[in-house]
């Protein structure tokens, strides 16, 4: 994953946590909620986890993922 895209990812989750007062994390050894996960076969694309890829489009604080995904061509399943 590029450096630009972890920033992103990592910005989006501080506020998300902020925003949801700590409850959705990344890491699930830690027992944290997994919200996605990318893949790069050539083609980037980015699969959001249940039930967040019912809501994803609405959090605000994942704007600036949707706009590097949409720069750098990935896909999604909410495509």
Do not use: C, H, W
Not at 2 to 28: M, P, Q, R, T, W
Not at 30 to 59: C, H, T, W
Request: glycine letters at 6%.
């Amino acid at each position: 994953m590029d450096e630009e895209l972890e920033s992103i990812i990592k910005k989006a989750v501080e506020e998300i946590n902020k925003n949801l007062y700590g409850k959705l994390f990344l890491d699930k050894e830690d027992k944290e909620e997994l919200i996605l996960q990318i893949y790069d076969y050539g083609e980037g694309y980015v699969e959001f986890i249940m039930p967040f890829n019912n809501s994803a489009r609405s959090m605000k604080e994942l704007m600036p993922l949707f706009d590097y995904i949409k720069k750098k061509g990935y896909k999604t399943n909410l495509d």
